[in-house]
Each structure stands twice: as C-alpha cells, then as structure tokens.
C-alpha cells in the first residue's frame, strides 16, 4: 500500500499504473449521502455492476478504500481467459443443466468484455489469442479432454491442440510438450480497462469515491454503511472487496483463501527479438497449480507473472524481481540480458473448488468473489447477474446462490501458516506430475 504525502492510497507502482492512459480522481466521500445501491470496491465487479445499474436507471453509489483498479483488477496479468473448470463432484452436487449454465457464463464472459471494450471505446491494448501449455503428460492429457468437452458443450470460439513440435510456434521455449490454442481469449491492459469502465460509469452517472473505507455495515431494509465520519444509506449493497474484503464481512472472508500473485516487467525488446520469442503475441499459462503467466506489452516487454504464497503479505519489489526473474529464466534463458523495470504483486481469492462465489446475504446484500486467479473476464459475467439480480431481470444469482461453499475456519489463521501448508502441498502435486 503506498501512501502520498496527503496519506492517500496510490496505485502499487505497477507497469500499469506507469502507463495508466487517463487520470481518473474522485474526491473521498464528504457527507452523508442516501443512494438506492452502494457497490463496495472499484475493481471490475464493483464498476461493472455500477454500469448495468446505471444503464437501468437506478441511482448508484461507489465507494473505494482507494483508488479505483487499486484492487487485482489494475494490477493482474492481463490475461483475459475464457471458462471455469469445475469438477465432476459439482456437475453431480448441482445437476447437469446448472452446471452447464454456469459451464456456459464462463464461455461467454470474454465476449462482455469485448462488448464494453467496443461501447465505451476503451483503449487497452486488447490483443486476441491464448495458449495453455502442458508441462508433463498429466497436463497434456488434461488438454486434450478440455478441448472434448468444451466443444462438446459448444463453446463458441476455436480451439486447437497443439504438439510439442508446434508449440514453439507460439512460444518458443523447449519446456512444453503440448498446448491448447484459445481464439477466444487474449489479452489486455488491465488498469487502462478498468479505468475507462470508471469514466463510462461516472458519464453514466454513476458517483465514485475513493479514498473511502466502508468500516461497518448496519444490515436492514435500509443498510447503513459506516466510512469514516459519514454514512451511506442505501436500498440495496454489492459486496465488491475480493481479495481485499478483510473485517468487513467474516463469512466472505473465511469463504475464501487470499493469495499472492507477483508479476515482473522487463525493460522494453525490440519488436523482433519479441516476435522470435512469441511468434504470435498471445498470452500464455502453464498448467500447474503454482502456475507462470506471461504475455508481451503493447511495448514489448516481457510481463512474466507466478502465484508466489498463501501468506497474505505480498513480498518486497526486490524480492518478487528475483524470485520471478528466476521462473522467467527457466522459460527463456535467454532473456537474463533484460533489466527488470517493474516488480509488483497483488491478492488474488482463491476458493476451494475454483468457482467465483455469487450469492446473496441478505434479500439486499449481494456478493461476488472468488475467482481464484482468474477473474478478468468472469466479473464482467458477474457484474451482469448481480445487477440483474438487483433489477429481478434475471434470476441467475438465485441459482448461483445455491451452490455450496465451505467456510475455512478463521480467516486470518488460514492466510499464515495452514496456507503455507496448501502451497507446499500444491508444489509437491506439480512436481510429482512433472516427473511422470
Ligand atoms: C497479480 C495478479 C495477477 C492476476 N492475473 C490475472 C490474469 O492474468 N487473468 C485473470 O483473469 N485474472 C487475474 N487475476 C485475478 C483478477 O485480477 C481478479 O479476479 C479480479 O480483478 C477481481 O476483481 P474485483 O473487482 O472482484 O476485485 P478487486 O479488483 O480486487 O477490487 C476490490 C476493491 O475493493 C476495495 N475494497 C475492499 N474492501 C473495501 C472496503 N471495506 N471499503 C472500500 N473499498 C474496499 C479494494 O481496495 C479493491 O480496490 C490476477 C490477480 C492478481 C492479484
């Protein structure tokens, strides 16, 4: 968290916030204001939903503890990614149809961000395509049965498996032995995005404030919510805090496992040397669970991330430019010549059986959280059916709502020690595979 001489929260100093390309400011809240929905946190669901609200004509409110995209959404890897993968224990605890219409919001998520990206005339540097690589034969094999059943359940963009000898044409390094080609996502300038959806709102009508805390929340017909010195009430709250919910709510808190994720960028290759690299310029993701992503920047560097730990507390700038500088160089030994520009990490939530969880806590209280590293694309899903459970248009958030989540006991327990256990367990699971 990085404080100016005023002690307000600024952006981590990201690549992102380096080429951020408008300076949005909003004033911190200061009055006590009545609004009919107040959306708490500016990431992606948080603005999104206020978008579809707006466009409904409902009057909204949207506070930030800091800046807007300060959360994951202005500083993740940029990797907009179709799909959730869910197991078959939940296609048979929820049925063949719910798990297909939650199977089918995570296909058609990328395609809203496309759509706001084409309405608002956002410039983020979107780039089409995405390649997942297979480390080992468990990953390969893992490959070949999505590619079945996604085109199975018909999802509506190509994908095409790839061998060993072809990947290079797409990533041109020795360590995969197969991948699957994704025309359906691609990648893009996360903060960039996210700030454009804050300008669309506010013309929208949408207020924002950052800078603004919610502290404590007074549940009832009319919710109150404490920031401060002043107070909000409002018909309707959208709990949008993620990763960063914290105290505000316990039972989402312990809904959810907040862990590291840091990315690097190199100084700028020449377009050339890029291209030689990633003939392609797609995005890219491995397979393991303590997985490397990574994609060029619209400038050509090299933005080379890893999930690091399940701490909680994000590791110094130097400590992420050497640790993930090493992962970088396992994949591409032959950028050790490049400098390190940027270093930054941020909290991704992570749920126990990998699926955003939606729901409601009350009949005017609603969440979204949890997307377990992979949120680009499915908040834009979940901004719709929040906002649409608001408008009763649509009664998804109702189904969603019934999809069970284990609660870990004791929030702040599990993001130390129990969490470092995870990680370890994880590494050893990637290993293992790696080695049949
Ligand atoms: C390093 C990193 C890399 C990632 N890479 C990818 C990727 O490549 N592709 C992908 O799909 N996903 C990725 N993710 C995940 C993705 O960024 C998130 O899933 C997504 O941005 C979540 O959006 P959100 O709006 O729900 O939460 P956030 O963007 O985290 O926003 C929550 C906001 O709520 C605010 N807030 C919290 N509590 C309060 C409060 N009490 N009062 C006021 N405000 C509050 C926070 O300040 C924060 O700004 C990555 C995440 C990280 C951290």
Known sequence: MRKSNQNKINHTSSYYAATANQKLNFSALQESIRTQVCIIGAGFTGINTAINLAKKGYEVVVIESARVGWGASGRNGGQLISGFTFSDKFEKEMGAEVAQSVWDLGAKATDLVRKRIEEFNIQCDLKEGFIEVALNRIQKNELIERKKDWDIRGYGHSLTFVEKEDVTKYVNSPNYIAGLIDSGSGHLHPLNLVLGEAKA????GVKIYEQTKAEKIEYGKTA?????????????????????????????????????SCIIATEPLDEERARKIMPEDMAVCDLNTILDYYRFSS?????????????????????????????????????????????????????INRIPQLGKLTENVFYSQGYSGHGVAPTHMAAEIIASGITKDWDMIETLGKVKHIQLPGGKWFSGPA????MLYYQFQDYFASKR
């Open 419 to 422: 969490m470092a256990l995870g």
């Open 201 to 204: 709102a506010k013309d929208l």
């Open 299 to 351: 400038d050509h560097r090299m933005l080379f991330g890893g999930r690091f730990n399940y701490s909680g507390t994000i590791p110094s700038d130097d400590r992420i430019k050497v640790e993930i500088r090493k992962r970088m160089l396992k994949v591409f030994p032959n950028l050790d010549d490049m400098k390190i520009d940027y270093a930054w990490g941020g909290n991704v939530a992570v749920t």
């Open 224 to 260: 109150k919510i404490h920031t401060g010195n002043y107070q909000i009430e409002a018909d309707y709250i959208v709990l949008a805090g993620n990763a960063y919910i914290d105290k505000l709510n316990k039972k989402l808190r312990r809904m959810i496992m907040p862990a590291n």
